[in-house]
């Protein structure tokens, strides 16, 4: 089943002070199926960054539309948006975006506060999944007193708190070493096994050789995109690397 269709995505910013316009987004259209794992991939300005914004109801494109669950986002009234976000959106970021005085429990726990949850609800959906990401033991440490890698769980466990129908990361492996990267790319096919849809913004490579599809984005425009088919994640890599070659080296258009 179709959970996510972009339809003729564009998006124009006009200078406030004059200038000509820039087209960060020129009709980009896809589409994401429930359970799919999905990394989008492009060269700084490409406008990556503008359609996550676009897709997590940060920004509205200028035409075109997304449709999440049948759900028009252009059309969520300006009062309602960030409640659509809570309810239905989990969002992971590279910097973690976690509050130095709030506990990892209380961390994990924000977005069903803001949600008016009641408490038995909260801890009957906070343990199995702490326990399923491997961070039950941290729940009363500090994020400052946890690694990286164990940061970016906590913040996992925050986007996956409200059960959400699609998660969005950008760039999450971006600020991590080499083994938590491991461990998280690991835990994303995890929970996407598990049943959730995942879109991952990413400039790395082996990040991306992680998901089920990659789409290249070029000058505003969906470019190329590769499935992994029954390819093993090394054969996957070293396609989207080629891809990649193609894409900054001027190729044509897929």
């Known amino acids: 089943m179709t959970i996510l269709d972009v339809k003729g995505v564009k998006k ?5 002070f004059g200038g000509a316009p820039v087209e960060a987004l020129r009709g980009v259209s896809f589409s994401a199926e429930e359970g ?4 989008i991939m492009g060269e700084s300005g490409s406008g990556k960054t503008t359609l996550l914004n676009i897709l997590a109801a940060l920004d509205r494109p200028t035409a075109g539309t997304v449709t999440l669950d049948g759900m028009d986002l252009g059309k969520i009234r300006e009062d309602r948006v960030a409640a659509f976000r809570r309810e239905s959106l989990g969002f992971v970021f590279q910097e973690f975006n976690l509050l130095d005085t709030f ?6 726990l924000l977005p069903l506060v803001l949600a008016n949850q009641p408490a038995g609800k909260m801890r ?5 999944l702490v326990e399923r990401l491997g961070i039950a033991d941290l729940l009363k440490k500090y994020p400052y007193e946890i690694s990286g890698g164990q940061k970016q769980r906590a913040a996992v466990a925050r986007a996956l708190i409200t059960n959400p129908r699609l998660l969005l990361a ?3 492996t971006g600020a991590l070493d080499s083994r938590a990267t491991d461990e ?8 996407n096994r598990a049943g959730q849809t995942i879109l991952m913004v990413t400039h790395s490579v082996k990040a ?3 998901a089920s ?4 984005i070029k000058d505003g425009e969906l470019f190329h995109q590769i499935y992994r088919g029954d390819m093993d994640n090394e054969r996957f890599y070293e396609r989207i690397a080629q891809a990649l070659t193609l894409l900054t080296t001027g190729g044509e258009k897929a």
């Open 12 to 16: 124009t910013y006009v200078p406030r």
């Open 36 to 39: 799919e794992y999905v990394a």
């Open 208 to 210: 991306a050789s992680h």
């Open 170 to 172: 950008d760039e999450p």
């Open 213 to 216: 599809r990659v789409l290249f």
């Open 184 to 191: 998280l790319l690991a835990l994303f096919e995890r929970v």
């Open 124 to 128: 009957q959906r906070l343990k199995p």
């Open 103 to 108: 506990t990892v429990e209380d961390n994990i």
